[in-house]
């Protein structure tokens, strides 16, 4: 364990040549890492339209994404889903998915690949004769997304998405594909 601290301690002050940059060789490729300016945060908000294989109901589902992360660093990822088919006047009602998970980005020139995973769970919420419900749908969900830089405001969100929820004691497994865009702040320092 100690040798591989001494590495990492040598390899972010440039004693171990794991990649080059302007300062030197070094793990990160820059050298100290107190020379280093911090990257600006990518902060994406934006909407995709999502089928969802494996459901039935409405064909495209709208969900607004917001995803944040730094250069090389995990970020957040974070999905709200509005299923038109689970909006009810009567009685008044709304279905929703949620997703909350961690993204590592991938850059590739003006692309971003994010490998993505987390916590989903869908949300139903009526009233009824007998008052307000809630109910949650537990599951989880990993896939990946591609971020195409359109502009220095604009990009181009693809997702692909494996959804797997669990209710009454059986997996319900989903496989989502979404389009849309994003925009914010998206280079990095």
């Keep these: ?16 040549p794991f990649g080059t940059g302007p300062a030197g060789p070094g793990l990160l490729g820059a050298g100290p890492l107190a020379a280093q300016a911090p990257a600006e945060p990518v902060r994406l908000f934006g909407m995709t339209l999502d089928h969802w294989r494996g459901s039935s109901g409405a064909l495209l589902r709208p969900t607004l994404r917001h995803t944040s992360y730094s250069r090389g660093r995990p970020g957040a990822d974070l999905a709200l889903v509005i299923f038109p088919d689970g909006i009810s006047f009567s009685p008044p009602g709304l279905v929703l998915g949620l997703q909350a998970g961690v993204a590592q980005p991938v850059s590739a020139g003006s692309a971003t690949l994010l490998l993505k995973g987390g916590g989903a769970g869908i949300v139903a919420a009526a009233i009824h004769s007998g008052g307000p419900g809630v109910h949650l749908v537990p599951g989880l969900q990993v896939g990946l997304g591609l971020l ?37 702040r998206r280079r990095t320092g």
């Design 1 to 16: 364990m100690r040798s591989l601290a001494l590495l990492l301690v040598l390899g972010l002050y440039g004693g171990v």
């Design 148 to 184: 195409v830089e359109v502009d220095s405001q604009s990009t181009l969100r693809l997702d692909v998405t494996r959804h797997v929820y669990r209710s009454n004691g059986h997996s319900h497994p989903v496989l989502s594909f979404g389009v849309g865009f994003a925009g914010g």
